[in-house]
């Protein structure tokens, strides 16, 4: 291997990441931007497919101890944002196909020939760059034509006492009865959403009468209330579909075995084993919650209220998201046992926690103090920016419905600041934060019952941490993310500036929701941003004098700038760092611009050969190569640091042959 492409060692990474104080180094990505591979891939990414596998296998490979994957709840053909997914039903999308064909695990259920003609049918991929555009719409048919394929084979098969798929039936049986709870009104919404669509007729694949891109609910003639309401006349109605539809309601079944056998399959495959270090696997607690569950679960949910988010210093619209809100008065049964509303997010987070070994929890705001909004007024963005906090506004004449789940009292109200300020409330008893945590206590307590420690669970706290929010994160030893792309360089008090992290804080240089740190980087250059970024570096770096090499560099070269405030991180007091994907390898292209609708949100993957490709780029700038930034953050620590590790630091920038 030429000396630029040779990976410095794993235990070297390790060995710095240890002398640095760092816990996890996690890479951020979701399942649609896996790369594939030319024999398996439909036009959306995988981290189940061959693909997939090889890419995990090169993450740590590179020294991550962790990945931090998207929701991977079901979405719909019309909205691929996986963070408006489904609460237990895994995405079909991403159900690896060639094991499916080739791993007798799976009884070789899909044809093989199948599989080739859909391969075939596809357009032909960019060889350019190292992101391309997931095909999601076109990914769809095929997908559903794959498994429709598969089902029909297994079906026939275990019908003729087939030996090849005994494994597979059986575990189907034991799956449809342990997970019918949910199985049911998922298939059932599937298949409705369908039928309104269409009129009662489907001529997809095989027959199937079920497609993902069905009406809302709210739209039906009927049926919108036949899975809450407790009436005979509705379990009539229920029993009577579920007859009608058993076929699509065992198929959508099997596809989620299938899943569910994949995901194991693949923790088994990252586990710790003689000379490999484990790969963990973090999960994504979305707060939002699918259409299909709003209709099995809105007798959960308090009327007239949507989620969202306020005006902010990254969207001062604010954001309508449209989430539902679960009722307080449904969080509490009898004395001491959780209510209906309590008792989903722990059977959620229950779910999870069996399948991930860490948690992040997206906009936990959303579980201590959400922001909502009426529903009833026809501009959502004038709705939500005149919303208000679900538990601190009990004086409020234009939401006076709110007054009744107030926790917050007026007294503790700062009514001169804006009401989705921070500081909006400024003080709070311990009783009332115990109220305000109800919610994440649920979340923690199954986290603990696993054997979490917190520092497994991640809190997306971005610009605003309201007061009850800081109270309730604090009591738990919980912290917040520190994105420093975003830091104001200013203000020395700004959240997002690493110098003011806490060990238990979660810190990165973008998000899903960011730009690139290589795209921002590149529009710095010969800009007064870039000098004022080199200067705070070389203060946090301590490299202050103006003849330093590393000074020199980060004015003139982009990439040193990356570099640099990549080790800004790890020098940081945080234990936990992530690294989005797009800023590994990188990209310039956006996965996602928050607070609009825009067709090419959520479908940047990386492309095949991402991995070998990510060599020759680190060596040149072009990519972020992990030893140079230790090798810069090992040196911050002065003389007796860099003389002490000085081995180390040697090996690490030889690595890709790029010295500080």
């Not at 909006?424 to 008893?429: I, S």
Request: proline share 8%; charged share 20%; aromatic share 8%.
């Amino acid at each position: 291997m030429p000396a630029h492409d040779r990976p410095v060692a794993r235990e070297d990474l390790a060995a710095a990441l240890d002398i640095l104080g760092k816990r996890h180094l996690v890479l951020s990505i979701h399942d649609v931007s896996f790369p594939g591979s030319d024999d398996e891939d439909l036009g959306r990414g995988s981290p189940y497919s061959g693909g997939g596998r090889a890419f995990l296998a090169f993450v740590r490979r590179l020294g991550f101890t962790g990945v931090q994957l998207g929701p991977q709840g079901q979405t719909s053909r019309y909205n691929p944002s996986p963070y408006d997914g489904a609460l237990f039903a895994r995405d079909i999308l991403s159900l690896a196909l060639r094991p499916l064909a080739d791993d007798p695990a799976y009884g070789n259920v899909l044809p093989r020939a199948d599989l080739d003609d859909l391969l075939r049918g596809r357009p032909p991929r960019p060889r350019q760059g190292v992101t391309e555009r997931a095909d999601y719409a076109a990914a769809w048919p095929r997908q559903l034509a794959a498994l429709a394929s598969s089902w029909h084979a297994f079906t026939r098969r275990r019908a003729a006492a087939d030996p090849a798929v005994a494994d597979l039936a059986e575990a189907f049986d034991g799956f449809a009865r342990e997970h019918a709870g949910w199985l049911a009104p998922a298939g059932l919404y599937e298949v409705l959403s369908t039928a309104y669509r269409t009129g009662g007729t489907w001529s997809g694949a095989h027959g199937l009468r079920v497609s993902f891109d069905g009406s809302h609910w709210r739209t039906w003639p009927r049926d919108q209330e036949l899975w809450v309401s407790k009436s005979q006349a509705a379990a009539a109605r229920r029993a009577g579909l579920q007859r009608t539809y058993a076929r699509e309601l065992e198929f959508l079944a099997f596809c989620q075995l299938l899943l569910a056998r994949q995901h194991a399959a693949l923790r088994a495959e990252l586990a710790a084993r003689p000379g490999l270090p484990a790969l963990r696997l973090f999960g994504d607690l979305q707060v939002g919650i699918s259409v299909g569950d709003t209709w099995a679960l809105h007798d959960l949910f308090l009327p007239g209220y949507a989620m969202g988010a306020p005006p902010s210093r990254t969207n001062p619209d604010g954001q309508p998201w449209g989430y539902p809100v679960l009722d307080p008065r449904l969080y509490h049964g009898g004395p001491g046992d959780l209510g209906p509303a309590l008792r989903l997010v722990a059977a959620r987070t229950d779910a999870m926690l069996r399948d991930y070994d860490g948690l992040r929890v997206d906009h936990p705001h959303g579980l201590v103090c959400p922001w909502v909004y009426r529903t009833d007024e026809p501009d959502a963005y004038r709705a939500v920016q005149g919303g208000a906090r679900l538990f601190e506004s009990p004086c409020l004449s234009d939401h006076p419905r709110l007054a009744a789940y107030a926790i917050a009292r007026a007294d503790q109200l700062d009514l001169a600041l804006p009401r989705h300020a921070d500081g909006w409330v400024r003080a709070l008893d311990d009783a009332q934060v115990v109220r305000y945590g109800a919610q994440l206590d649920v979340v923690l307590a199954a986290a603990r019952a696993h054997g979490r420690a917190m520092e497994d669970v991640l809190c997306e706290v971005l610009s605003t941490q309201p007061y009850p929010l800081q109270r309730v994160l604090e009591g738990h030893g919980l912290g917040r993310f520190r994105v420093t792309q975003k830091a104001d360089l200013t203000n020395p008090n700004d959240v997002y500036r690493s110098e003011n992290a806490r060990p238990e804080d979660w810190v990165m240089l973008g998000n899903h929701d960011t730009p690139p740190i290589w795209r921002l980087a590149a529009s710095w250059h010969k800009t007064p941003l870039a000098a004022a970024q080199t200067a705070y570096l070389c203060g946090r770096l301590g490299s202050r004098s103006d003849d330093d090499p590393l000074r020199a560099r980060m004015l003139a070269d982009p990439a040193a700038l990356v570099h640099a405030k990549f080790a800004d991180l790890l020098v940081c007091p945080a234990r936990q760092v992530a690294v989005f994907m797009s800023d590994l390898f990188g990209a310039h292209d956006i996965y996602n611009a928050p607070g609009v609708v825009d067709p090419a949100n959520w479908t940047l993957r990386l492309r095949p050969g991402c991995e070998a490709a990510y060599w020759p780029a680190a060596a040149r700038g072009a990519a972020l190569d992990l030893g140079w930034a230790l090798a810069i953050a090992l040196r911050s620590r002065g003389p007796d640091g860099a003389t002490e590790h000085a081995e180390l630091i040697a090996r690490l920038e030889r690595g890709l042959g790029r010295p500080c």
